[in-house]
């Protein structure tokens, strides 16, 4: 089955650091791009991070810049995200989404963070 | 920085055809591309690239991209089409999405 299972979000404080993965199935992983998307509670989707299939080039929000890091292992088909420096206003539920040229495809379920004191 | 604009809400009656629009600079030079998301759900990708319909996804579902307008169109809207439904391009590599329709059918 194609699919794409983040993990790794929960309660952190603010300032503090998370890493969330995002396991690959399915289909060929080191052939894809991909994305890391936000969505806050009742907000719409904001997107985070995007890095090529051989992890060569990497973009990142403007807003986010020097706080979060992507990166990939294609040998674990697996994404990944470190957040440091958390603040409230990154709570929010983390999708990992392939990218096919210009648009995402496949998106996982999502994991949430939440930063909270 | 690039930004497209979607309204906060369109309404439809069952049956007919619902059109959500995705207001951006010359966006009908750049492909669009439409996901729809219920409650509690990842987005789903419903059109890509202004009017393909990737597998499993009904031929109701149809797109438009002209001068600064992109458009999603809906056409015999059932009750199972309410959701959320968001535009998205790629600009300077950026995703970029638009801020969200809430699609009600009545």
């Known amino acids: 089955e194609v699919q794409l299972v983040e993990s790794g979000g929960g309660l952190v404080k603010p300032g503090g650091s998370l890493r969330l993965s995002c396991a690959a199935s399915?289909?060929?992983?080191?052939?894809?791009?991909m994305n890391w998307v936000r969505q806050a509670p009742g907000k719409g989707l904001e997107w985070v991070s995007s890095?090529?299939?051989?992890?060569?080039?990497?973009y990142y929000a403007d807003s986010l810049k020097g706080r979060f890091t992507i990166s990939r292992d294609n040998a674990k088909n697996s994404l990944y995200l470190q957040m440091s420096s958390l603040r409230a206003e990154d709570t929010a539920v983390y999708y990992c989404?392939?990218?096919?040229?210009?648009?995402?495809?496949?998106w996982g379920q999502g994991t949430l963070v939440t930063v909270s004191s | 920085s690039y930004e497209v604009t979607q309204p906060l809400s369109v309404s439809v009656a069952l049956g007919q055809t619902a059109r959500i629009s995705c207001g951006g600079s010359?966006?009908?030079?750049?492909?669009a591309h439409w996901y729809q998301q219920k409650p509690g759900q990842a987005p789903l990708l419903v059109i890509y690239r202004d009017n393909y319909r990737p597998s499993g996804i009904p031929e109701r579902f149809s797109g438009s991209n002209s001068g600064n307008t992109a458009t999603l169109i809906i056409s015999t809207a059932e009750v199972g089409d309410e959701a959320d439904y968001y535009c998205q391009v790629w600009d300077r590599d950026t995703v970029i999405f638009g801020g969200g329709t809430k699609l009600t059918v009545l």
């Open positions: 890095i090529t299939s051989g992890g060569n080039y990497i």
């Open positions: 399915g289909f060929m992983f080191s052939d894809s791009g």
């Open positions: 010359n966006i009908g030079n750049k492909n």
């Open positions: 989404a392939t990218y096919s040229g210009s648009y995402l495809p496949l």
